[in-house]
């Protein structure tokens, strides 16, 4: 039945670094991932090994490099099609036979696209693992792409995005990005849009496939019970034979933040709650200051005590949630500023996130802040790194963006290094205050004059029935 | 039993043991490696070590939900849940959060028809504080006005988050008000809207006089601990709180429905959405294994009967749902599918119904439910990857079915299930009498 829970989980709250455990938090120096071995595949496929012996139960995390933004342009969707389109069929099985052999291993097996690569993450019982690995080799190397089962995906996510739009929640963080990143690839809807997926047809993902899914540009990261000789043969076995081509890169040019005040408002008439964002361009996954970053941002809005939920939840009542982030990726991810509050109170709710941003640049930190959001940060860490899926996905990410386990490793000292003249340099340097995009999902008439007032240009508006984001 | 196999720290170990220990401390017994022990006043104990990681997951259950409350104070529990973090008397108002996590810890709570849980999550080092944090406002919670018309704002929000903003949310809500006539279960646990802007200071502690006696409640920690140093600190903290009386039994019970109801709800939406409900019965009766079973064999995995043939053969839903959670009391499997566009829900409704009396005419395979059984084994292992799941679980088998050890035996209770079992809880409770339809109309503007 129902359940209400306190608070919504806050998104990213501490930011979660990479990595492993048992390597017990009480000796700073120590590394906090456990060892690994990184092995090449004579054709190029790169392979990240890892033993836990723990649980009886194997994760695989597959990186193919090449996501959303190598859509081609107007075909916004591809790489997503293409990610769901790989379980719907073998030149073996039929997407059938591979829900069936799944299931009855009671296997866990998704492929999502993202803005810069796409991912595939399993998960087997030990005693599984020949069969469980057989299939994810054979949906990664041997797509059939029938095109039956294109033609019903496309219209489950034509329809998949009315439902989405049903719920405000579930789509702002696209209005957001598309208004923030303009005609940036960053701005395309990953999952592709009204539009744009009618246009698209099943060579689109054939030749995305062909051009992108090739052993050069995968990375297979399988962390859990087993040998790490046994497993390089298993993977050695399955994936040899996929032919050593290099993949294109694509090529994104750095994207251009928000220069004054611009807002965008989309209507959707049967809101009680406006849903809104504010945010610019924040940091990259490589940015030598993400944690310092990660510090200040959980102090300010990512977590329970942060200034923001302390302000406009635990204070006024205004919202059941507000939280900030910083998602990270090859280039600049967003930073955004993120809550609700009732058609009436939509102004005070913005004023309010707003003053608590400006005093964030006046004031600075306190020492008390600074020193409990570091034992908060490191006591929150190892449930990040407890579980073999999650290992396993964040070494392949260290891998991806061309870092190495001594970016996980170095965490605690990171955070320790934060002092007032840091953070009040991080502030001014990574936290806009004057340049800001507003996105607004609510029921316009009521807050049409409220969306307005915030905007140095004539106000951007939208409503939720029209096609795109 | 293809898939039965047991991790080691979940073998059965059946042995008692004294504690080496400072004397006069009782024996916590053992099974399964899981430590119990009820204190003085009657609050239950279960501890689980696990030294995988330095951290600890502390939950407490409270055996009080909405299905204790009454009308025109629906939503309390979850109220009164709320305002559980918002000060006692060593810890006012916000300083059990801030104290939390500035020691490194980070909480959560949830409200159900049934419980109220509260789950702490924190490094070792934090361990006695939060005994003191937890002890404090069982003990000496203070309830402030000023703290009350804020959080009235916040619960406020919530609803409109999770009902006005969430189609599935608000169908759901309309359903089970159709379903139940007479039983608790009808009404929303965060309350109705008029009930959340009027409940009083003298409703937040008639609640916390029944509900929050520590003869209602059950601690379980997982993590890295020792069951000697729980026993220590819960004797110490846990143990001086007085004990008071339990909440009233709840002794309605639904009648039994004569015939099908159905409600719609017509709103501003781009897709419509349809809810299918059948009275089934509570977690601690026999049946409810093979409702599991019969719910994976339906819903679970893309080889599932519901998705193959709604979304995939017939391609009239982008999704088929089923749920049926642990409850007290009889309860609802509930069905929710989410039609394409042009498809009109009842299109959607007759596949459904067909489905179910392919059930009730023939036997399933025996592919289908061993797969099934995998399923839901693998679930299992899955919820107990960390010390959190862990914690979770143990909990819910204590509370639902009145003894932790239930978690250990579910595979084997799973696994009893036959095919004629399937067949006959189908034939028993999804019957057309049996059932109620809630649809969501789009209008004026969506797509449809």
């Keep these: ?469 | 039993m293809a898939a039965m196999i047991l991790l080691p720290s979940l073998r059965r170990t059946l042995f008692c043991v004294l504690l080496a220990f400072p004397a006069a401390v009782p024996a916590l017994a053992q099974d399964y490696g899981i430590q119990t022990y009820t204190l003085k006043n009657g609050m239950k104990i279960l501890v689980e070590e696990d030294h995988s990681i330095p951290n600890i997951a502390l939950y407490i259950f409270y055996k009080i939900g909405s299905r204790n409350e009454r009308p025109g104070t629906t939503g309390i529990s979850h109220f009164f849940e709320h305002m559980m973090f918002n000060g006692s008397q060593k810890y006012g108002p916000k300083q059990f959060d801030e104290t939390m996590e500035a020691a490194g810890g980070s909480n959560n709570a949830y409200t159900s028809n049934d419980l109220t849980v509260y789950q702490d999550w924190f490094p070792r080092s934090a361990l006695e504080k939060v005994f003191d944090l937890e002890a404090d406002r069982i003990h000496n919670l203070s309830l402030d006005e000023k703290m009350i018309e804020s959080e009235r704002g916040v619960v406020a929000s919530e609803r409109r988050s999770s009902v006005d903003a969430n189609n599935s949310g608000l169908l759901q809500e309309q359903l089970e008000a159709a379903a139940y006539t007479a039983h608790p279960y009808q009404w929303p646990v965060v309350g109705w809207m008029a009930d959340i802007e009027s409940w009083t200071m003298e409703d937040l502690k008639r609640h916390f006089e029944i509900g929050y006696s520590p003869a209602n409640a059950t601690m379980v920690v997982v993590g890295d601990v020792t069951g000697a140093e729980i026993l220590r600190l819960a004797q110490r903290y846990m143990e001086p709180i007085p004990s008071r009386g339990l909440p009233p039994p709840v002794t309605t019970r639904e009648p039994e429905q004569l015939g099908e109801r159905r409600t719609i709800v017509r709103k501003f939406a781009q897709l419509p959405l349809v809810m299918i409900a059948y009275h089934t019965p509570e977690s601690a009766h026999r049946d409810y294994y093979a409702l599991q079973v019969l719910r994976t064999i339906l819903f679970d995995g893309e080889s599932s009967r519901m998705y193959k043939r709604l979304v995939d053969q017939d391609q009239l839903a982008i999704s088929v749902r089923g749920s049926y959670g642990f409850a007290f009391d009889p309860t609802l499997f509930r069905i929710t599918a989410q039609p394409k566009a042009g498809i009109r829900p009842e299109t959607v409704e007759n596949a459904i119904y067909e489905e179910l009396n392919r059930l009730r005419e023939g036997l399933v395979t025996d592919q289908e439910i061993q797969k099934a059984k995998n399923i839901l084994l693998a679930d299992f292992y899955r919820r107990m990857k960390t010390i959190s799941g862990k914690a979770n679980a143990l909990g819910n088998y204590e509370m639902f079915f009145g003894n932790y050890r239930k978690m250990f035996t579910a595979a084997d209770d799973f696994n009893r299930v036959t095919k004629e079992d399937v067949q006959r809880i189908v034939r028993t409770y999804f019957t057309d009498r049996n059932r109620t339809v809630a649809t969501l109309a789009p209008e004026n503007g969506g797509a449809q």
Aim: aromatic share 8%.
């Design chain 1, 1 to 469: 039945m129902m359940k209400m829970p306190r608070r919504a989980l806050l998104a990213g709250a501490a930011m979660a670094l990479a990595n492993s455990w048992m390597y017990a938090q009480t000796d700073p120096a120590r590394p906090l991932v456990p060892p690994y071995e990184k092995i090449q595949l004579r054709n190029g496929v790169t392979l990240l090994l890892m033993e836990q012996h723990e649980v009886p139960i194997v994760s695989f995390n597959v990186i193919v490099k090449a996501g959303s933004v190598a859509d081609p342009m107007g075909k916004e969707g591809v790489a997503s099609l293409t990610a769901d389109l790989l379980r719907k069929g073998t030149t073996a099985r039929t997407a059938d036979q591979i829900a069936v052999d799944l299931d009855f291993i009671g296997g866990d097996f998704d492929v999502n696209a993202a803005l810069d690569f796409t991912s595939a993450s399993a998960e087997f019982l030990a005693k599984d693992l020949g069969q469980g690995l057989d299939l994810v080799a054979e949906v990664l190397t041997k797509p059939s792409f029938a095109q039956a089962e294109f033609d019903k995906l496309l219209q489950q996510r034509i329809n998949g995005i009315k439902s989405a739009k049903d719920q405000a929640s579930n789509v702002i963080a696209r209005y957001f990005n598309a208004y923030l990143y303009g005609s940036h690839p960053y701005g395309r809807p990953v999952g592709g849009d009204e539009t744009s997926l009618a246009g698209v047809r099943r060579e689109d993902v054939v030749n995305f496939y062909q051009t992108y899914y090739s052993a050069a540009n995968v990375i297979i990261a399988a962390v859990g019970d087993f040998r790490i000789p046994e497993m390089r043969r298993l993977l050695e076995s399955r994936f040899d034979s996929w032919p050593a081509k290099s993949a294109p890169q694509t090529q994104v040019s750095e994207p251009e933040p928000v220069r004054g005040k611009r807002v965008l408002l989309v209507d959707k008439p049967d809101s009680t709650q406006t849903y809104f964002y504010i945010g610019n361009l924040g940091i990259r996954r490589t940015d030598p200051d993400r944690v310092a970053v990660a510090v200040v941002n959980t102090l300010f809005g990512g977590r329970f005590t942060s200034r923001l939920n302390t302000a406009l939840r635990v204070d006024s009542g205004l919202t059941y949630g507000a939280s900030s982030q910083f998602d990270q990726r090859q280039h600049r991810g967003p930073f955004q500023i993120s809550t609700y509050t009732r058609n009436e109170s939509t102004e005070k709710a913005i004023d309010m996130a707003l003053e608590i941003l400006k005093a964030l640049h006046e004031q600075g930190v306190t020492d008390a802040e600074l020193q409990s959001v570091k034992t908060y940060m490191k006591g929150q860490f190892p449930p990040t790194i407890e579980t073999s899926d999650r290992l396993a996905s964040n070494i392949a990410r260290l891998e991806f963006y061309g870092l190495d386990k001594s970016d996980v490793d170095s965490y605690y000292a990171k955070v320790d290094a934060v002092d007032q003249d840091a953070a009040r340099r991080i502030i001014r340097q990574h936290f806009p205050l004057e340049n800001l995009a507003l996105v607004l999902v609510g029921k316009a008439p009521e807050i049409r004059q409220i969306a307005a007032k915030y905007s140095s240009v004539p106000l951007d508006f939208k409503s939720v029935a029209q096609p795109g984001f």
